[in-house]
């Protein structure tokens, strides 16, 4: 009977190491490829001793804890450089609010701007943007379009400049295009360069509009879009494309020419969903 137990015994000890060595085994397999491509001095600590997935033993073992430390690694950079890396470039016309966006999404980022349309970004910036639930990307403000023949730089410098940027951008991920609402009617420039800069990026780089300048237009900003389908049709620009209708005025002129301030924070509000809403997706 004596024998028999330690046989016993001595079997499910050795079925216990055999499971174990497995184990072991199948977790080194990303440790392996881990140190074939990576260096492991910024893996980042973790309390694996509570993990109840493992037992005792296994929660011990060199294995387990490196392991878990490079899956805490992995989860860390997929919530910082899968969206902070993400690239949206602000593109528009000279006057359209680009500058002006930047500065309602990314507070202190002091992007100079002009009450006219004469050209204010000369270079192209970029800006980091908290999209909010730990969403990050980063913003580029670019030279502005169609400008005056007395603007800088001139209309078709302008244009030339931004196509050699896009192109030699390494990862565009989206295009924020602005159109100003506050000029009237829209312009075939609008569709054109909408066209243009999309053919530019390519099919897999979605565009969407941001239509700006609507403190003073009379009722709901979203009902702009439907208020214009034959006119955005007219231009060229699709009306199913992805919109957001604002203004960016900052509070304290909001409360100048006497609109409720609360237009701020819904309008900053709507373009950041409008751009995680495309940027989760990717």
């Not at 054109?192 to 897999?204: E, F, H, P, T």
């Not at 604002?246 to 002129?253: Q, R």
């Amino acid at each position: 009977m004596l024998t028999h137990a330690w046989n016993h015994d001595h079997f499910m000890y050795h079925k216990h190491s055999v499971h174990l060595q497995m184990l072991r085994l199948l977790l080194s397999l990303p440790l392996l490829l881990e140190v074939a491509f990576e260096d492991l001095s910024d893996v980042i600590p973790l309390k694996v001793c509570s993990c109840p997935c493992a037992n005792e033993s296994v929660r011990k073992s060199n294995t387990f804890q490196l392991f878990a430390q490079l899956w805490s690694r992995r989860c860390f950079r997929s919530l910082t450089k899968s969206h902070m890396s993400k690239n949206v470039v602000i593109i528009g016309q000279t006057g359209a609010g680009k500058s002006s966006l930047i500065n309602m999404l990314c507070p202190g980022a002091n992007a100079p701007t002009s009450n006219d349309t004469t050209c204010c970004t000369h270079v192209e910036r970029e800006y980091r943007c908290d999209l909010g639930d730990r969403y990050y990307c980063q913003l580029y403000d670019t030279i502005g379009l169609e400008e005056g023949r007395w603007g800088f730089p001139w209309a078709p410098k302008a244009e030339r400049r931004l196509i050699t940027y896009l192109k030699k951008m390494k990862s565009p991920h989206l295009l924020v295009y602005c159109i100003p609402a506050g000029r009237g009617l829209l312009k075939k420039s609008d569709g054109r360069n909408y066209l243009k800069l999309k053919s530019v990026v390519g099919k897999n780089v979605p565009v969407v509009v941001v239509v700006t300048h609507l403190e003073n237009f009379r009722g709901p900003f979203s009902s702009w879009w439907l208020n214009n389908v034959d006119k955005l049709k007219v231009v060229g620009i699709p009306v199913d494309t992805r919109h957001a209708c604002i203004t960016t005025l900052p509070k304290a002129d909001l409360q100048i020419i006497c609109m409720e301030e609360s237009l701020h924070d819904s309008s900053c509000a709507d373009v950041k969903s409008l751009i995680k809403h495309i940027l989760s997706k990717m």
